[in-house]
């Protein structure tokens, strides 16, 4: 499919990320100079099966209905033929899970700065009534200028309009609930992958059940002890004993580091301020037609939540085509 060009306009270049259902390409956009965007196009040996197209469809429709300057922007969707494809920011920088393994564990400031941009916009998907249900750090991406960019909608569901049967988001942050009716559940269920991904990147591992887990024990590793009891709470074992959103998880955790004093509190706190869901959510429908598509910036705003690391210096390109390849159906 290399050199073929999609709505006219996107130029496919090499695939970046391949699954059973998708394949991601870097693409060029013949009508943005210099525009390069990520492709994501939907296919199969034969047809898609009805679910598969469904699924595909699902995506594109949440990513059309959210509304947060740190959600993996929608640029346009569409269908040639029998071929459905969307079209979104290329993230040339990877993901913090990619950081995570060249570099090892983030420190506090580092783990923030990430974790609570992607809050932000995990918490805006719960405004609307959707649940990702594959958080983690492979799903956070850095974009142009270290801006954080939640990705990968493949698995989420909106509730009320569960796809049950659907065994998708066992992944290894997922609660319990979700390993036993992965399509039946809320937003707690990524408070959960929210908390033990904030324990991955600052101890380099995946934990084990965060409910096992007591506040003084050596398990927390390197997690700053101002933090246990918010994630304690957040990885309860009942889902009514979380943090009922992410937008709630994200608000404790700022105002803890605040309470406490730690570093640069002030800045988490004004960044906070600035990437917090406020809109109300769009509703979903299937028949709403792609946004118009306009030039990206040379520089995103500089006040939506971009990430101060200091390990970001050892990622290279090849981040992006490790971040993308997670990002298919």
């Avoid at 090892?104 to 990430?114: N, T, V």
């Avoid at 594959?134 to 009320?160: C, E, K, M, W, Y």
């Avoid at 955790?253 to 988490?268: F, H, K, N, Q, T």
């Avoid at 946004?291 to 500089?302: K, M, N, Q, R």
Wanted: hydrophobic share 40%.
């Amino acid at each position: 499919m290399n050199g073929r060009r999609l709505g006219g306009r996107y130029a496919l270049d090499e695939p970046v990320g391949r699954g059973p259902n998708a394949v991601v390409y870097r693409a060029t956009d013949t009508r943005a100079v210099g525009r390069v965007v990520a492709t994501k196009v939907l296919h199969g040996r034969d047809r898609p099966d009805a679910r598969t197209r469904h699924r595909f469809r699902r995506e594109r429709e949440i990513l059309l209905a959210l509304d947060h300057p740190n959600l993996l922007r929608l640029y346009d969707a569409g269908t040639d033929g029998e071929t459905d494809w969307i079209v979104v920011d290329f993230a040339k920088t990877g993901s913090v899970g990619d950081l995570l393994r060249s570099d090892g564990p983030f420190d506090e400031r580092s783990a923030l700065d990430a974790l609570v941009p992607a809050l932000a916009a995990l918490g805006a998907a719960h405004r609307a009534g959707v649940v990702h249900r594959a958080f983690g750090p492979d799903n956070i991406l850095v974009g142009h200028r270290g801006q954080i960019l939640l990705s990968d909608f493949t698995s989420a569901t909106v509730l009320g309009q569960a796809d049950e049967g659907d065994d998708r988001g066992r992944g290894p942050f997922a609660p319990p609930e979700q390993i036993a009716s992965p399509w039946d559940v809320g937003p707690e269920a990524d408070v959960y992958a929210a908390a033990a991904t904030l324990v991955t990147l600052l101890t380099g591992r995946v934990p084990g059940p965060l409910w096992e887990i007591s506040l003084g024990d050596p398990r927390w590793g390197s997690v700053p002890e101002w933090l246990r009891p918010l994630l304690s709470t957040a990885g309860a074992l009942a889902p009514s004993d979380r943090f009922p959103s992410a937008e709630h998880l994200a608000a404790a955790i700022v105002e803890a580091a605040v309470r406490y004093g730690r570093p640069r509190s002030d800045e988490l706190a004004a960044l906070w301020e600035k990437v917090r869901p406020r809109t109300a959510p769009r509703p979903l429908h299937a028949d709403r037609p792609p946004p118009e598509v306009t030039p990206e910036p040379t520089a995103p705003p500089p006040s939506v939540g971009h990430v101060y690391l200091s390990i970001a210096g050892g990622i290279v390109v090849a981040g992006a085509l490790l971040a993308l390849a997670a990002w298919v159906v």
